[in-house]
């Protein structure tokens, strides 16, 4: 990833339009305010963090499945504890957003009293970019562990066919006094499938190590790649983390595993998505005060290593999205006209206003 040049064309909208426009539109189509305002927080802070892949242009499937009856906009998630740093939480179909920030929050809480908080998610349904939920610990001082199953699209090492996920793994911790904090929220593949989408609605080609098509062949054509299969980062490795996000996420919390998960594209069923929330008090060891100075440490040394030849600046994890955030806070945020043709379609058929553009 690198930090978006100053951007010129496109269409520009500002965040708070762009939250305005999903939350009506979910509104619209069943959900609560608090819970669309939930949903439309997390899909505007992706593209606000140049995860354009995760953001508002995700919505028109989202309410496809709402209209095929297989998410339910209506759905509150429930939470059972099961013992005092252990919760587990039913989406009951509805929003992933919905069961991951019901989770979090309840992981945080549980963080505070008793230093960590587990919980495990079941029946739940995509949730975008994982790292709005690692911002939420953050946002409370919290480190996080956010993990998700996710419908197949990688063959694991040495297979052919998809089976598992391109299942993020993502994690965070407070920033230091005068750092921020790192967040760390990435796909096990070379790029999330959802890049691969973005590529297709912007008419734009692929990086050809991104995925093989049908045939086995790489390609640089998004709907060829989507049709074949997506590859792992480093090999064998990445084939195991992505297996180990469904370990965590599918077979432990009794949703859908082993290529089980229905995908978000996919109209047929319900998604059964698993995910697993883990949140940890920072100050457990030693104080806050000596944490945050520690990891101001860390960051110096790591944004002052030695560079190698060619690199201007180097960044900590989760470093170039939140100066992205930074610059789309102030200039907008810019998709392309098709894009914004499908959000005021979508909103047409309910009778939504239209996205403000800038
Ligand atoms: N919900 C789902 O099922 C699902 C599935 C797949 C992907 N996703 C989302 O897709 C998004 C994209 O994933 P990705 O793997 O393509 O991300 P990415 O490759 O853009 O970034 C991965 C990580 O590397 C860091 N990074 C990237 N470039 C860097 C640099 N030059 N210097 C220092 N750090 C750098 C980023 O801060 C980030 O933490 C994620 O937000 C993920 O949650 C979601």
């Known amino acids: 990833m690198t930090i978006p040049e100053p951007e010129t064309g496109g269409v520009r909208v500002d965040a708070s339009d762009a939250q305005?426009?999903?939350?009506?539109?979910?509104?619209?189509?069943?959900?609560?305010?608090?819970?669309?305002?939930?949903?439309?927080?997390?899909?505007?802070?992706?593209?606000?963090?140049?995860?354009?892949?995760?953001?508002?242009?995700?919505?028109?499937?989202?309410?496809?499945?709402?209209?095929?009856?297989?998410?339910?906009?209506?759905?509150?998630?429930?939470?059972?504890?099961?013992?005092?740093?252990?919760?587990?939480?039913?989406?009951?179909?509805?929003?992933?957003?919905?069961?991951?920030?019901?989770?979090?929050?309840?992981?945080?809480?549980?963080?505070?009293?008793?230093?960590?908080?587990?919980?495990?998610?079941?029946?739940?349904?995509?949730?975008g970019m994982s790292a709005w939920i690692v911002r939420r610990a953050t946002d409370a001082g919290m480190m996080s562990l956010v993990f998700t199953n996710s419908s197949p699209a990688l063959p694991v090492w040495g297979g052919k066919s998809q089976l598992m996920g391109v299942s993020p793994i993502a994690c965070g911790a407070p920033g230091g006094h005068d750092s921020k904090p790192f967040i760390l929220d990435m796909a096990p593949s070379i790029a999330a499938r959802g890049k691969i989408y973005k590529a297709l609605r912007r008419g734009e080609k692929i990086p050809t190590d991104w995925a093989l098509d049908s045939e086995g062949k790489p390609t640089d054509q998004p709907a060829e790649a989507l049709k074949g299969v997506m590859l792992p980062m480093g090999g064998p490795k990445?084939?195991?983390?992505?297996?180990?996000?469904?370990?965590?996420?599918?077979?432990?919390s009794g949703s859908a595993f082993a290529g089980g998960v229905t995908g978000p594209y996919d109209m047929s069923k319900p998604g059964d998505v698993g995910h697993f929330l883990v949140a940890v008090k920072p100050?457990?060891?030693?104080?806050?005060?000596?944490?945050?100075?520690?990891?101001?440490?860390?960051?110096?040394?790591?944004?002052?290593?030695?560079?190698m030849h060619g690199v201007e600046r180097i960044y900590f994890p989760g470093e170039i999205e939140h100066l992205t955030e930074e610059q789309r806070l102030k200039d907008g945020i810019q998709y392309v006209q098709d894009e914004i043709d499908a959000l005021n379609a979508e909103a047409e058929r309910v009778n939504v206003a239209k996205i403000r553009t800038m």
């Not at 892949?53 to 309410?63: A, D, Q």
């Not at 957003?97 to 349904?125: P, Q, Y």
Request: without cysteine; negative net charge; proline residues 3%.
């Open 238 to 252: 990445g084939s195991a983390l992505a297996i180990m996000m469904d370990v965590f996420s599918g077979v432990l």
């Open 20 to 127: 305005t426009f999903v939350t009506s539109l979910l509104v619209a189509h069943g959900l609560s305010t608090e819970n669309a305002e939930t949903v439309a927080r997390g899909l505007v802070q992706a593209d606000l963090r140049g995860v354009e892949s995760h953001g508002i242009n995700r919505i028109p499937s989202y309410l496809a499945r709402v209209r095929n009856g297989v998410l339910d906009p209506k759905a509150e998630p429930t939470l059972a504890q099961i013992t005092p740093v252990v919760a587990q939480v039913d989406g009951h179909n509805g929003f992933g957003f919905l069961a991951a920030a019901r989770g979090i929050d309840a992981a945080v809480e549980m963080a505070r009293t008793f230093g960590i908080g587990m919980v495990s998610i079941k029946h739940s349904n995509h949730f």
């Open 283 to 307: 100050d457990l060891f030693m104080s806050l005060d000596e944490f945050r100075e520690r990891m101001d440490v860390l960051y110096q040394r790591v944004v002052g290593s030695d560079k």
